[in-house]
T-cell receptor, first 115, second 110 residues
Framework: SQTIHQWPATLVQPVGSPLSLECTVE??????LYWYRQAAGRGLQLLFY??????ISSEVPQNLSASRPQDRQFILSSKKLLLSDSGFYLC??????????????FGPGTRLTVL | GQNIDQPTEMTATEGAIVQINCTYQ??????LFWYQQHAGEAPTFLSY????GLEEKGRFSSFLSRSKGYSYLLLKELQMKDSASYLC???????????FGPGTRLSVLP
């Protein structure tokens, strides 16, 4: 069966510090991978998605970046955090078209607080 | 552009039936999804519609009308544990991008 991991679960960082959040998927190959952010009481905002190694699509211009160094690894980074970067960060995966069930599966999330 | 609308909050009584509506205007369409999200947790998949009509899964059902850009999630025999946010999402034509609505926070009262 497939599983998705995210770490850390919670993070408190000062403004201007760097960020690295990691997401890994097990039990599948060539998944589509996604990073979302959810501000308190708000909906999911798609930040990045990837259909393959080294292929990243950015949905919202900001001070965040994403990388996919391996097939089942997705990393969200920032060089300098802003207060507005606080939120609940969710990684998700879905099978590539034609590969299986039609939905997204979410990781447990990382709650980031920028002070 | 992409736009998905849902009511912000709803309240219902334990044992009752509630219908959560979702309207969408997207540049492409390849399926509509409903997710449940409890406070502080990740969303979990509930249902999926790609053709018009009703899909039933136990106490939960979801309906889709593509011509009207409309869907609803129907929850029957409400339980206290159904108190959560319910997210409507549309997948684009290429199957790579999911656009989420703002979510509907449902409170089930005794």
């Amino acid at each position: 069966s497939q599983t998705i991991h995210q770490w850390p679960a919670t993070l408190v960082q000062p403004v201007g510090s760097p960020l690295s959040l990691e997401c890994t998927v097990e039990g599948t190959s060539n998944p589509n991978l996604y990073w979302y952010r959810q501000a308190a009481g708000r909906g999911l905002q798609l930040l990045f998605y990837s259909v393959g190694i080294g292929q990243i699509s950015s949905e919202v211009p900001q001070n965040l970046s994403a990388s996919r160094p391996q097939d089942r690894q997705f990393i969200l980074s920032s060089k300098k955090l802003l207060l507005s970067d606080s939120g609940f960060y969710l990684c998700a995966w879905s099978p590539s078209p034609g590969q299986g069930a039609d939905t997204q599966y979410f990781g447990p999330g990382t709650r980031l607080t920028v002070l | 552009g992409q736009n998905i609308d849902q009511p912000t909050e709803m309240t219902a009584t334990e044992g009752a039936i509630v219908q959560i509506n979702c309207t969408y205007q997207t540049s492409g369409f390849n399926g509509l999804f409903w997710y449940q999200q409890h406070a502080g947790e990740a969303p979990t998949f509930l249902s999926y519609n790609v053709l018009d009509g009703l899909e039933e899964k136990g106490r939960f059902s979801s309906f889709l009308s593509r011509s009207k850009g409309y869907s609803y999630l129907l929850l029957k025999e409400l339980q206290m544990k159904d108190s959560a946010s319910y997210l409507c999402a549309v997948r684009d034509n290429y199957g790579q991008n999911f656009v989420f609505g703002p979510g509907t926070r449902l409170s089930v009262l005794p």
